[in-house]
């Protein structure tokens, strides 16, 4: 439990630029700060509008932070300068968004692909390691179709599996299963569940579902209302590995939800 | 038993369908011809040529050559024209997708002299160029080279922001993004462009055939003017005519293949 956090966010905040002739902007994200140890599965959950998107976009490097740092293993991520942004810090995050971004021009496994294609890592042996993800999301079958030819829950997963597969040592979820049915949807977290007891990722995932936040993560925080903080972090005290489908039903679920549900204002 | 009656009724009703629009096709081609032949009839052929005789003169011309001859001409300036435009015209809004200062800077200059009237330049053009293929080469270019250059510039602003946040983060470069994302989601704006650029780098082609050529389908036409042969002159615009046609049913084809993956193609068909 005390091992050194490989993420740390420190006194982070973000107000977008002011436009002219208006009050300076107020800051969306303001002292907000926590840590995330190698191989754990944090989620975030908080009221919308409280900046989620605007965190993991600074994390991930695609936005700059107005104030704080981001520390990966040692390096300072996160830039002040919008040129100096390194997005995906080096392929070292990975990023799963809410919208799928698959690329309409490319089949599954060219999708899935795609990251170990530019990376120029592609070989047999990354094949077969793809082809087993595909297999172990129940897209088997699908390998040749377009993104427009599945169904919503099939194009999360391909995009879940499209950053699996390049490996980085962090992945940010950001409300990747928010658009699916709830069937899927338990469907979905569970394969997440399953992909991440092979590999113990680092997952930072951000939901505004209380039940998912329990089910998936080992650590909630729970965020503020503007300007956003870290309000509460509650540790999910139900033991490895979670059913989701039944999550409800384990011993000390109703205690934590509670909890958590009190904490968000 | 009522879902093969029902589909035998569809295929034939579909079998039929083709049928009607094949010989409403046949019929209008023939009322043209129709209506080709009493015209030459009623206004005499010095103004009209009569479709037979323009027949007979489209084979004397493939028979003794001079039609492969003045297609291989016209081709030659139209598709060089056009392959020169075609590279300045996508690779000018890659670059300046770079720097948007510079597209800023630019943008008006480009705008402005794409309102210059190409054919007026051709007199300057040929006081530069001689009377080669050069002249009739900046024109095609010039012709071509807008169209495709504002088609480009469109697809790049059209390009999901998301899909290129998601290859940078994927570890593309620049390059890769370019090739990979860019240029995959402006192909569609891109053959729009393509197909309305052709068939004007083929006419830029014949306008500069009629001011200085010694060969092509424009010279052609413009020489048998000059000699009072209409049939020639209608020869040479049904040979003009059919040299697009054959250019777009080809870029059609290249566009299906290239485009295969989009929905619209396959499942929005009536």
Request: proline fraction near 5%; include cysteine; charged fraction near 20%.
């Amino acid at each position: 439990m005390t091992a050194a956090p490989l993420l740390e966010v420190k006194s982070l905040g973000k107000r977008f630029p002011t436009r002219a002739g208006r009050e300076p902007s107020p800051w969306v994200i303001q002292d907000l700060s926590f840590a995330v140890r190698p191989g754990e599965l944090v989620t975030i959950i908080g009221p919308s509008g409280a900046g989620k998107s605007t965190l993991l976009n600074m994390i991930a490097q695609i936005d700059t932070a107005s104030a704080g740092e981001i520390v990966f293993d040692g390096a300072v991520v996160a830039s002040h300068d919008a040129r100096a942004l390194r997005p995906g810090f080096d392929r070292k995050i990975g990023y799963v968004t809410q919208d799928d971004n698959l690329l309409p021009w490319r089949t599954t496994i060219d999708n899935v692909l795609f990251p170990i294609e530019v990376q120029g890592r592609l070989d047999g042996k990354m094949r077969a390691h793809v082809e087993m993800l595909i297999g172990a999301v129940g897209l088997a079958g699908y390998e040749r179709y377009y993104p427009h030819e599945l169904s919503g829950g099939m194009r999360k997963r391909a995009a879940l599996i499209r950053t699996l597969a390049y490996d980085p040592p962090v992945i940010l979820m950001d409300e990747p299963f928010a658009a699916v049915d709830a069937q899927t949807r338990t469907q979905l977290q569970a394969d997440l569940l399953k992909l991440w007891e092979l590999g113990r990722k680092t997952i930072i995932f951000v939901t505004h579902d209380i039940t998912e936040a329990i089910a998936l993560g080992d650590r909630t925080l729970v965020l503020s209302r503007q300007p956003t903080h870290v309000a509460a972090e509650h540790l999910i005290p139900i033991p490895r590995p979670h059913n989701v489908a039944d999550i409800f039903a384990v011993e000390g679920f109703a205690a934590i939800y509670e909890r958590i549900r009190a904490a968000i204002q | 038993m009522t879902d093969v009656t029902l589909t035998t009724t569809t295929e034939a009703g579909e079998l039929s369908r083709k049928w009607v629009i094949f010989t409403g096709r046949l019929v209008l081609a023939l009322a043209l011809l129709l209506a080709w032949e009493i015209g030459a009839r009623t206004m005499g052929a010095i103004f009209f040529a009569p479709p037979l005789d323009v027949a007979m003169r489209l084979v004397e011309l493939v028979r003794n050559g001079q039609m492969l001859t003045d297609i291989v001409a016209t081709l030659r300036v139209s598709a060089l024209g056009f392959v020169i435009a075609c590279i300045a015209g996508v690779l000018l809004p890659f670059l300046l997708r770079r720097s948007p200062r510079l597209d800023a800077a630019v943008e008006p200059y480009i705008m402005a002299s794409m309102g210059i009237p190409k054919y007026a330049l051709a007199p300057w053009l040929i006081l530069w160029f001689g009377i080669g293929d050069a002249p009739k080469l900046v024109v095609v270019v010039l012709m071509v080279f807008y169209i495709i250059y504002i088609a480009t510039s469109a697809g790049i602003r059209g390009v999901d922001g998301r899909l290129i946040a998601m290859a940078r983060i994927a570890g593309a470069s620049e390059r890769v993004i370019a090739r990979e994302i860019i240029w995959k989601s402006l192909l569609p704006f891109f053959f729009t462009g393509l197909k309305v650029a052709l068939p004007r780098a083929v006419s830029a082609t014949i306008v500069g055939e009629f001011l200085v050529a010694s060969e092509g389908v424009g010279h052609y036409i413009e020489n048998a003017r000059q000699t009072s042969d209409t049939v020639g002159v209608f020869a040479g615009i049904v040979v003009a005519t059919v040299l697009v046609l054959v250019i777009n049913a080809a870029v059609n084809v290249i566009e299906r293949r290239a485009l295969a993956w989009r929905p619209v193609e396959r499942e929005m068909q009536v």
